[in-house]
């Protein structure tokens, strides 16, 4: 078991903040890994963010959209042109106590568990359930991470009717998927219906014209519309959508990119090829914020640590720093050179993953990554890695560790 | 929730006739955040109308899961006072106050009231075969017992006064009213209460919010959760209280306000007790609701326990 000691014990913290909820064998333990998917050959490379050393590299079968539960606790690479779905033991698991969480620090681990299916694309994970979609195929698939964990996934399904490039939120005993367009189910989606695992419809379908686009926030989950966002809750259980319609103020244009906050309950999008939309549902129609981007921009991410910010790159080869507050770019930085969003759009192109005070952006032309600090927002590290490193995800954190 | 607000009324107050000249400034003389619906009302009652007020979590929701929005961050950037319960209720607290850089007061409301601890002593985490012990987080459902409510609102007072002088014998006038109206309160309560029989006097709610009431008010309360919603109940947890009250005279299982009210139902069906209505427990009802203010949901939870608990 591999952990990063703090300089003072845990025990010594609190009794700093007048706490009695450890003892003296408890230490403060901090780990951050990255999982990097290289777009040139079919691997996963695991590396230690704070030395910067790479752990384990995992073979798959094709190029992959790499995605993290919020619990950190697995990573899934979902491999849209092999038709595979595969499953990564990241080692690190936190233990919620309520006062303090408990971090267990194990060597990754790549999971048996693997999906095979036609063209499988969005993937979703909410508090532990997951929802996998096929774009070539007519239901969506749900399980649990534990299950994954446990290396025995149960496997719910919910018909689609027609397959499509959609998309399933899932929930306990519902999902959120969204409806394929009936004249042509090759065009976007046209809305998103609550459904439960007996094959039932759960209240009207609601309408969302182009549907493309998802995230959490919170306990919200948004799917984005052509005409706004549908905004997902639950107060009994049972999903609940409204939508919520993009202002007149705004111009024409709407987001297909969603990402949510983390730690603050917003969402930021595209707007365009060279704007974000951030919105606060909260505010209704005044919660719509645009953000005018130097260049078209090649990826944006969320601070789940700093949550004030988000981070944008552009096609300038600049690291943007987003204040969701005011809606303007505070900080730029120069990392990489020039790359263009012409070409194909799953090109490999920088990447961005937050790993505690690191912003991590993958350079797959320079075949480097870039390491900047969050708060100072300078560049403080490069790290190689051959290849093309391409999409990347960050998880970790701190915990207490307890030990003899 | 409807949807979209859990919360974040930018609420000018005006709606009670305060004593001793709480009237009049065109201007509020305090900007105050208040971080969920409860310690909303208490300032309400001490600030009128010298404030601007705004609660973070709002009527019906859960402030244990809360997460701020870019508007909270907003609000208490541009506070003069945060009035919070503190004892690690609101989570969210901290990286709000991160995010807005706000040099705002922060008030704890918990501080000088009485304090319960974990009654089970707290948790162990088992490394290999070998118990580690934590203490558990003192209980910060504090407002359930209305002698806290009076130090909260005592609390609130002297912030006020201490940011607003020229205020303060106009929150101290309206102290003195709220107090004798929650002492009013806590006196209606207790004569209600004393008239149920001891073998009436248990009962089954979500969560262990109501540790302050039962030990002020002489009842007791199973839960299947923790202190906090964000614990979730686990089977064994479920199994084991279901086995637990059939050696107990448990009178009704209730709902919370703030929590799907699916497994206590579960937990009603499998223990073959009746369900006895919904307690506001960790937030107000909304205005047109039963329980808008505290005397309001402390006055409403009373009835439905004595409904439910009654003899027949």
Same mark, same amino acid.
Do not use: C
């Given at each position: 078991m591999k952990k990063r000691i703090l300089a003072r014990s845990i025990a010594a913290l609190a009794v700093a903040i007048g706490s009695t909820s450890a003892y003296a064998h408890d230490e403060g333990v901090t780990e951050w890994r990255l999982f990097v998917a290289d777009q040139a050959s079919p691997t996963v490379s695991v590396i230690d963010a704070t030395d910067k050393a790479l752990i384990d590299t995992y073979e798959l079968s094709g190029p992959a959209a790499l995605h993290r539960t919020s619990s950190g606790q697995t990573v899934f690479a979902v491999q849209g042109s092999e038709g595979r779905v595969s499953a990564i033991n990241t080692g690190i698991a936190f233990h919620d106590h309520g006062d303090h969480a408990d971090i267990d620090v194990d060597a990754p681990e790549r999971l048996d568990m693997e999906l095979a299916g036609e063209r499988p694309a969005h993937f979703v994970e909410q508090q532990?359930?997951?929802?996998?979609?096929?774009?070539?195929?007519?239901?969506?698939?749900?399980?649990?991470?534990?299950?994954?964990?446990?290396?025995?996934?149960?496997?719910?399904?919910?018909?689609?009717?027609?397959?499509?490039?959609?998309?399933?939120?899932?929930?306990?005993?519902?999902?959120?998927?969204?409806?394929?367009?009936?004249?042509?189910?090759?065009?976007r989606p046209i809305g998103a219906r609550v459904v439960d695992f007996e094959g039932n419809h759960v209240g009207e379908d609601v309408a969302c014209p182009g549907l493309h686009g998802s995230a959490g926030s919170g306990s919200l989950y948004a799917l984005a519309c052509q005409t706004g966002l549908l905004i997902i809750s639950t107060q009994d259980g049972t999903p609940e959508i409204e939508h919520l319609t993009y202002p007149a103020s705004l111009p024409e244009g709407s987001a297909?990119?969603?990402?949510?906050?983390?730690?603050?309950?917003?969402?930021?999008?595209?707007?365009?090829?060279?704007?974000?939309?951030?919105?606060?549902?909260?505010?209704?129609?005044?919660?719509?914020?645009?953000?005018?981007?130097?260049?078209?921009?090649?990826?944006?991410?969320?601070?789940?640590?700093?949550?004030?910010?988000?981070?944008?790159?552009?096609?300038?080869?600049?690291?943007?720093?987003?204040?969701?507050?005011?809606?303007?770019?505070?900080?730029?930085l120069r990392l990489t050179d020039p790359y263009s969003m012409d070409g194909h759009w799953n090109d490999p192109r920088p990447r961005i993953a937050v790993a505690g005070d690191n912003i991590v952006v993958t350079d797959p032309a320079a075949e480097t990554l870039h390491f900047v600090d969050a708060n100072s927002f300078e560049q403080v590290d490069d790290m190689p890695l051959e290849g093309k490193p391409f999409n990347i995800v960050a998880v970790g954190g701190s915990g207490v560790s307890h030990h003899d | 929730m409807g949807l979209l607000r859990a919360v974040v009324t930018p609420l000018l107050v005006s709606m009670v006739a305060f004593s001793a000249g709480t009237a009049g400034a065109s201007e509020p003389a305090l900007k105050v955040v208040a971080s969920f619906s409860i310690i909303n009302d208490f300032a309400q009652q001490i600030g009128g109308d010298r404030i601007a007020l705004t609660s973070i979590v709002g009527p019906d929701s859960d402030a244990h899961m809360y997460e701020p929005t870019p508007a909270?961050?907003?609000?208490?950037?541009?506070?003069?006072?945060?009035?919070?319960?503190?004892?690690?209720?609101?989570?969210?607290?901290?990286?709000? +106050?991160?995010?807005?850089?706000?040099? /705002? $007061? +922060?008030?704890?409301?918990?501080?000088? /009231? $009485? +304090?319960l601890q974990d009654p089970q002593g707290g948790h162990y985490h088992f490394i290999g075969d070998k118990a580690v012990f934590h203490a558990a987080p003192e209980d910060p459902h504090a407002w359930q017992s209305v002698s806290n409510a009076q130090v909260y609102v005592s609390n609130i007072a002297q912030a006020f006064c201490a940011a607003d002088p020229a205020g303060c014998r106009a929150y101290e006038a309206n102290q003195q009213r709220y107090s004798t109206t929650l002492t009013a309160l806590d006196d209606d309560i207790r004569e209600q209460l004393s008239t149920l029989p001891e073998s009436r006097r248990t009962a089954v709610v979500a969560h262990h919010a109501f540790r302050y009431f039962e030990n002020a008010y002489g009842l007791t309360f199973f839960a299947p959760q923790g202190m906090s919603t964000e614990s979730e109940a686990s089977a064994a947890n479920v199994a084991g209280l279901i086995d637990e009250l059939q050696s107990q005279q448990v009178s009704a299982v209730f709902a919370e306000n703030i929590s799907n009210p699916r497994l206590v139902e579960q937990i009603a069906t499998e223990a073959g007790l009746p369900m006895g209505g919904t307690l506001y427990s960790d937030a107000l009802s909304n205005a047109a609701g039963p329980a808008s203010t505290y005397e309001a949901m402390m006055r409403y939870n009373v009835a439905t326990l004595m409904s439910a608990l009654t003899p027949p």
């Open positions: 532990g359930y997951i929802a996998q979609w096929f774009d070539g195929e007519d239901e969506a698939r749900f399980f649990t991470e534990n299950s994954v964990l446990e290396g025995k996934p149960e496997i719910r399904t919910a018909n689609i009717e027609a397959a499509h490039h959609g998309v399933a939120v899932p929930y306990q005993h519902h999902a959120v998927v969204s409806i394929a367009n009936p004249d042509d189910a090759s065009q297909s990119t969603l990402l949510g906050g983390k730690g603050l309950q917003y969402f930021i999008g595209n707007f365009g090829a060279d704007r974000l939309v951030i919105i606060d549902p909260s505010q209704g129609e005044e919660g719509f914020q645009l953000v005018q981007l130097p260049t078209r921009r090649v990826h944006f991410a969320t601070d789940p640590i700093r949550p004030r910010f988000a981070y944008v790159f552009t096609e300038d080869g600049q690291l943007h720093k987003v204040d969701v507050l005011s809606g303007e770019l505070t900080q730029s | 909270d961050v907003k609000a208490v950037a541009q506070a003069d006072i945060v009035l919070i319960n503190g004892l690690m209720f609101e989570g969210f607290l901290a990286r709000l +106050i991160e995010a807005s850089g706000s040099d /705002a $007061e +922060i008030v704890t409301l918990t501080d000088n /009231a $009485e +304090i």
